[in-house]
């Protein structure tokens, strides 16, 4: 069989459902990609083949053959995005490995010369998924934008879209997407919980607040939504609510890393100094790459005048590669004190 009766030979394997069907059989939340248009689309390649070689075209029949090689491949790592990417982001931490973020690199490099015609609103709400996940918030929110033309009621379209502007600092717009995904869904914790974070970043700690206790009457298992309240009150000045915040989360995720650190520098404003370090310990137990907990044992010692066990606290961090303002400012004032004005000076 020559490359021209294997040529046809897949492409009327496609349309008749082969595989075509195997590669597209595949659910994202329910949704069932629209069929019918892909297999409409490949099929239009039959017909162009079948039109060229009547004509004794073989110029013409190569080029359409490669240009179906080339858009069902980019098409079959679509499919591999789809389902590689992540049905839920986070607007706190990312949900995935390096090794699957670097897989969705490849998949996304492959995939954006896949045929518009066969992407359905989930297709471009995936790939928004993989770009925010891989920190290219601007791609994240066109692809969201088209998914939400395609499916204007999405609700979760407009919550990713104002994650994405959020992490961009693009606090009003984010917002009013989380408004818009609220008129659409308007018992959803987690819309609130996120536009609580937006208001807070905004410097709007009241209204955070109200949109975390909303968020908390409706899902009081909601940790998350403790520990963002919980900051919203540190940053209040209400250090004792913020604690009692902190606990409830650690109630209900104890091994939480990032509430332990929270809660330290909770403990640190309040004077409570060993709460403060037993709390930074037992999050970098659970997280050593963290930088905050170093931060804030360095700083507490700094304090206490402790000033060479501050610079061995910032050494060790500095030492397993993090990268904090923090870190240098409190290394410096330690330098500082014990009259390494030139190292001071450096750090």
């Given at each position: 069989?020559?490359?021209?009766?294997?040529?046809?030979?897949?492409?009327?394997?496609?349309?008749?459902?082969?595989?075509?069907?195997?590669?597209?059989?595949?659910?994202?939340?329910?949704?069932?990609?629209?069929?019918?248009?892909?297999?409409?689309?490949?099929?239009?390649?039959?017909?162009?083949?079948?039109?060229?070689?009547?004509?004794?075209?073989?110029?013409?029949?190569?080029?359409?053959?490669?240009?179906?090689?080339?858009?069902?491949?980019?098409?079959?790592?679509?499919?591999?995005?789809?389902?590689?990417?992540?049905?839920?982001?986070?607007?706190?931490?990312?949900?995935?490995?390096?090794?699957?973020?670097?897989?969705?690199?490849?998949?996304?490099?492959?995939?954006?010369?896949?045929?518009?015609?066969?992407?359905?609103?989930?297709?471009?709400?995936?790939?928004?998924?993989?770009?925010?996940?891989?920190?290219?918030?601007?791609?994240?929110?066109v692809e969201y934008s088209v998914a939400m033309k395609l499916a204007p009621t999405m609700s979760i379209a407009y919550n990713n879209r104002g994650a994405a502007y959020g992490q961009k600092r693009e606090f009003d717009r984010a917002i009013?997407?989380?408004?818009?995904?609220?008129?659409?869904?308007?018992?959803?914790?987690?819309?609130?919980?996120?536009?609580?974070?937006?208001?807070?970043?905004?410097?709007?700690?009241?209204?955070?607040?109200?949109?975390?206790?909303?968020?908390?009457?409706?899902?009081?298992?909601?940790?998350?939504?403790?520990?963002?309240?919980?900051?919203?009150?540190?940053?209040?000045?209400?250090?004792?609510?913020?604690?009692?915040?902190?606990?409830?989360?650690?109630?209900?995720?104890?091994?939480?890393?990032?509430?332990?650190?929270?809660?330290?520098?909770a403990y640190g404003q309040k004077g409570e100094l060993d709460r403060a370090i037993e709390d930074y310990d037992r999050a970098l137990g659970l997280k050593p790459e963290m930088p905050g907990p170093y931060v804030g044992k360095s700083d507490?010692?700094?304090?206490?005048?402790?000033?060479?066990?501050?610079?061995?606290?910032?050494?060790?961090?500095?030492?397993?590669?993090?990268?904090?303002?923090?870190?240098?400012?409190?290394?410096?004032?330690?330098?500082?004190?014990?009259?390494?004005?030139?190292?001071?000076?450096?750090?």
């Amino acid at each position: 069989m020559d490359w021209a009766t294997i040529s046809v030979s897949v492409v009327s394997a496609l349309v008749g459902g082969g595989l075509l069907s195997a590669f597209i059989s595949w659910r994202v939340s329910g949704h069932q990609m629209n069929r019918d248009k892909t297999q409409d689309y490949f099929a239009s390649f039959e017909k162009q083949i079948e039109s060229a070689e009547k004509r004794g075209d073989q110029s013409e029949t190569e080029r359409v053959r490669e240009d179906f090689e080339q858009q069902h491949e980019a098409w079959r790592a679509q499919q591999s995005l789809e389902l590689s990417a992540p049905r839920e982001i986070s607007s706190e931490q990312s949900v995935l490995s390096e090794g699957e973020l670097d897989k969705l690199r490849q998949l996304l490099s492959q995939a954006t010369s896949a045929p518009v015609a066969t992407l359905s609103a989930e297709s471009h709400f995936l790939r928004g998924n993989a770009y925010f996940e891989l920190g290219d918030y601007g791609d994240a929110i066109v692809e969201y934008s088209v998914a939400m033309k395609l499916a204007p009621t999405m609700s979760i379209a407009y919550n990713n879209r104002g994650a994405a502007y959020g992490q961009k600092r693009e606090f009003d717009r984010a917002i009013e997407d989380y408004d818009r995904a609220l008129e659409l869904k308007p018992d959803d914790s987690e819309v609130l919980n996120n536009r609580g974070i937006a208001y807070c970043r905004k410097g709007e700690l009241d209204r955070g607040i109200e949109d975390f206790d909303r968020a908390l009457e409706l899902n009081s298992g909601y940790a998350n939504a403790y520990n963002n309240r919980g900051v919203a009150y540190g940053q209040k000045g209400e250090l004792d609510r913020a604690i009692e915040d902190y606990d409830r989360a650690l109630e209900l995720k104890p091994d939480d890393s990032e509430v332990l650190n929270n809660r330290g520098n909770a403990y640190g404003q309040k004077g409570e100094l060993d709460r403060a370090i037993e709390d930074y310990d037992r999050a970098l137990g659970l997280k050593p790459e963290m930088p905050g907990p170093y931060v804030g044992k360095s700083d507490i010692f700094n304090k206490n005048q402790e000033f060479s066990k501050a610079i061995e606290v910032c050494d060790k961090a500095i030492g397993r590669g993090l990268i904090s303002e923090g870190l240098y400012v409190n290394l410096g004032i330690a330098q500082f004190f014990l009259g390494r004005e030139e190292l001071a000076q450096r750090d």
